[in-house]
């Protein structure tokens, strides 16, 4: 292989490794004084009891301003995949293809847009550390600082680690299915 063929190959390469560490921008609030705002990338695994499993990845934005909160997933690329949109007893999917979808759970809409249920209710306060009030949480271990790190609760087993001043920067998050376990892993950019 000669040395320009060479280059053009590393070059590919660099392009592809750059393009996997896009995450999106933080969503646009109004400055609210409320507004709670995390940008990371995530990782969803599915593993099926005869081993076949899938997995997706991409980045996230998340912006709450206490009456309403966003969500938006990327592809690896940084392309917005889906939009969430939800508010007390609404919820409204917008996906990349023009799809509407709108539910009173924000966790089926998201669980069509991927394919695998993801908690979205529970973000909103995992994201933020701490725990809501429904449905009750269970086997809650708390860091020295009183910050929930390991607790089980509307289905998922969590551990929150790597906190900064505003939440986790780690969230893994695991649910056992009668057919299926489902991982997901969030990793919120540094503030």
């Not at 912006?63 to 392309?79: A, E, F, K, Q, W």
């Not at 725990?131 to 390991?150: F, G, I, K």
Request: charged letters at 25%.
């Amino acid at each position: 292989m000669t040395l320009s063929r060479w280059r053009a190959v590393l070059a590919a390469a660099l392009c592809l490794v750059l393009a996997a560490c896009v995450t999106p921008g933080r969503i646009a609030g109004n400055g609210g004084a409320g507004e709670f705002s995390r940008v990371g990338r995530f990782a969803l695994t599915v593993t099926q009891d005869d081993g076949k499993q899938d997995a997706l990845q991409g980045g996230f934005s998340w912006l709450d301003d206490g009456r309403r909160y966003i969500l938006d997933l990327t592809n690896p690329l940084g392309s917005t995949q889906a939009r969430v949109e939800g508010r007390p007893g609404m919820a409204v999917l917008n996906k990349s293809d023009g799809t509407r979808l709108q539910a009173r759970n924000p966790d089926e809409l998201v669980a069509d847009a991927l394919g695998s249920s993801i908690p979205v209710s529970g973000l909103r306060d995992w994201l933020r550390g701490r725990l809501p009030t429904e449905p009750p949480a269970n086997h809650v271990e708390r860091d020295p600082s009183q910050r929930p790190v390991s607790f089980d609760q509307g289905g998922w087993q969590a551990r929150l680690s790597r906190y900064d001043d505003l939440g986790p920067q780690l969230l893994v998050l695991e649910r056992r299915e009668p057919d299926r376990r489902i991982l997901l892993r969030l990793v919120v950019n540094p503030s």
